[in-house]
């Protein structure tokens, strides 16, 4: 008898976000910051020396941000799971109740919730109540670390990108070549992540694509507006 063998991508949802959010700021923001400094009539080695700044100040930015907000994140799981393991000691009946009245608004008789709720408190107590009641899972727990090293390294990959047109485009040519080259790697890191996270892949490259030609094109308005007033 064959085990039918199923490929679930739910695991991938911490480093993933991360990595999508990190790789599509440092291509946006390193080809939006060229396009201003550009549209505003910065020399070669300005737009060059301004893009390797943002990539450092960017990627630390990602990581401090990302970490910041994946450890409260953390923080307010560790302060429900803590308030869970006291009121099982508390009160173990009500909390198996509580438990058992899950599973009947899921679908099942009362019998069974109950039977249900009891193996499973007497296997994982408070495993059962964190997955059940809490929504919590080991395969989206808040990871800070992993989200601000998987923020930084793809903003840094991102950014580089932008910068490596820098460095082999005609100066004459420089905002079309940033524009064609930084749209071309948006649409591949939405087909590369909507690939990994088994999502569709037009949808993710639209998306990414789409939005990301917006900021550069607000961005690139604003360095020739700001470039002819001064």
């Known amino acids: 008898m064959r085990r039918h063998a199923e490929r679930h991508r739910s695991d991938r949802i911490g480093w993933l976000r991360a990595a999508v959010l990190g790789a599509n700021d440092g291509i946006v923001s390193t080809a939006s910051l060229v396009l201003g400094v550009v549209a505003a009539g910065a020399d070669h080695r300005t737009i060059l020396l301004t893009s390797v700044s943002g990539l450092i100040a960017g990627a630390m930015s990602m990581a401090a941000g990302e970490f910041v907000s994946v450890h409260s994140q953390k923080d307010t799981e560790s302060a429900d799971l803590a308030r869970e393991m006291a009121e099982l000691k508390h009160d173990p009946a009500s909390e198996q109740r509580e438990l058992a009245g899950i599973y009947v608004g899921r679908g099942l008789d009362r019998p069974l919730a109950e039977q249900v709720a009891g193996k499973l408190m007497a296997h994982d107590a408070l495993g059962a109540h964190a997955r059940d009641e809490l929504g919590l899972s080991e395969a989206t727990a808040a990871n ?21 047109v820098v460095l082999i485009a005609p100066a004459a040519h420089l905002m079309l070549a940033i524009t064609v080259a930084s749209l071309a790697f948006l649409a591949g890191l939405g087909t590369a992540s909507a690939r990994t996270g088994g999502a569709p892949v037009w949808a993710g490259t639209w998306r990414v694509t789409f939005w990301g030609a917006a900021a550069m094109a607000v961005t690139a308005g604003a360095g020739a507006l700001f470039g002819a007033v001064a």
Request: glycine share 4%; aromatic share 10%.
């Open 144 to 164: 800070p670390m992993q989200a601000a090293w998987a923020s930084a390294a793809s903003f840094s990959v991102g950014a580089v990108l932008p910068i490596a």
